[in-house]
């Protein structure tokens, strides 16, 4: 069996070109969407990261408000930052760009972030709707699985699904919301004791542990459907998910790529997670 490619840089590529239609809606109703990144310090990963999350916004009509700030900024400046922009009107989306230097507080920072602007996910009210229900935004790269697994009418109701990773991130929301459509979910993390003696149960397999090829074929049930979130820089400069991509795609019945897979629909749902508090916004007024 060759595995069918899951292109997430595809439906990214259409996904965006609907939101243009959806952004230019809202700005006829005289409403432009605003996302207001924070980036905090001077560390080159994440400045590429920010950097593309705004290109991405200009693209469809989003403008962007970016606030770099100092490594040495106080938990108090940062905050306070935070609060201007929950009361910017132009402003629909926060996102505080992580990892945040050691000393800066970070549940603080994401609980200071307005629940209605949280487009990222990671408010400790939207984690806590991945559990009840309740959600306001889903966190963007689960939600980009998701979206992904949908277009492609891949069942989720009654698999067995396994999650590899279990951050606070990407795992956990990952699992829940796999489980709020009804899959049986397992989670499996760096402490799991035989890997593979879950991994091969998987129907629906999701890796997200930032380790280049965990996943080799023998782990890997036949016909199941493989979705890789890893991103890891290899030394030559190469990106690799954490999926050994050749050999696992003569078992899969699906595979995602990376890159041109699950990253391409991070940025896609965090747009449409501000064009949505944007149309909330507009529906308030
Ligand atoms: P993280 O916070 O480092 O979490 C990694 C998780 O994987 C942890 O739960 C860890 O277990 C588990 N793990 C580590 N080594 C393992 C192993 N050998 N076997 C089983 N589980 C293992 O990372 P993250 O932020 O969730 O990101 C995970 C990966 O996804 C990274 O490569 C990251 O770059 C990528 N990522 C991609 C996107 C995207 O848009 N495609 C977005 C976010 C992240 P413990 O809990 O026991 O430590």
Avoid: W
């Avoid at 770099?68 to 922009?85: D, K």
């Avoid at 998987?202 to 380790?211: C, E, F, H, P, S």
């Amino acid at each position: 069996m060759t595995a069918r490619l899951i292109n997430g840089a595809s439906l990214a590529k259409t996904m965006r070109r609907g939101f243009v239609d959806r952004v230019g809606k809202l700005r006829e109703s005289g409403l432009t969407p605003g996302l207001a990144v924070i980036l905090v310090g001077d560390d080159p990963a994440s400045a590429v990261y920010v950097g593309r999350k705004m290109r991405a916004c200009e693209e469809v009509g989003i403008r962007s408000f970016a606030s770099y700030l100092p490594a040495t900024i106080s938990n108090a400046e940062l905050l306070g930052r935070i609060v201007e922009l929950n009361a910017n009107p132009e402003v629909h989306g926060i996102l505080v760009q992580l990892p945040l230097p050691e000393h800066i507080d970070m549940a603080r920072v994401l609980e200071t972030i307005a629940v209605e602007k949280d487009v990222d996910g990671f408010h400790l009210y939207n984690v806590g709707g991945l559990v009840t229900g309740n959600v306001v935004f889903s966190p963007c790269t689960p939600y980009g699985v998701v979206k992904l697994l949908e277009h492609e009418n891949i069942p989720i109701q009654g698999q067995n699904v396994v999650v590899v990773g279990a951050s606070n991130i990407v795992g956990k929301p990952m699992a829940l919301m796999l489980m709020a459509r009804d899959a049986t979910v397992s989670i499996c993390h760096a402490k799991t004791r035989d890997l593979a003696q879950y991994t091969i149960l998987a129907d629906i397999l999701v890796v997200a542990a930032g380790v280049p090829n965990l996943i080799i074929p023998q782990m890997v049930k036949r016909g199941a459907v493989v979705i890789d979130v890893g991103i890891n820089r290899l030394p030559d400069g190469r990106i690799t998910g954490d999926v050994d991509f050749a050999g696992v795609s003569e078992k899969a019945s699906a595979i995602t790529p990376v890159p041109g897979g699950v990253g391409p629909m991070t940025v896609t749902m965090l747009l449409e997670n501000t064009i949505k508090s944007a149309e909330h916004a507009l529906a308030l007024t």
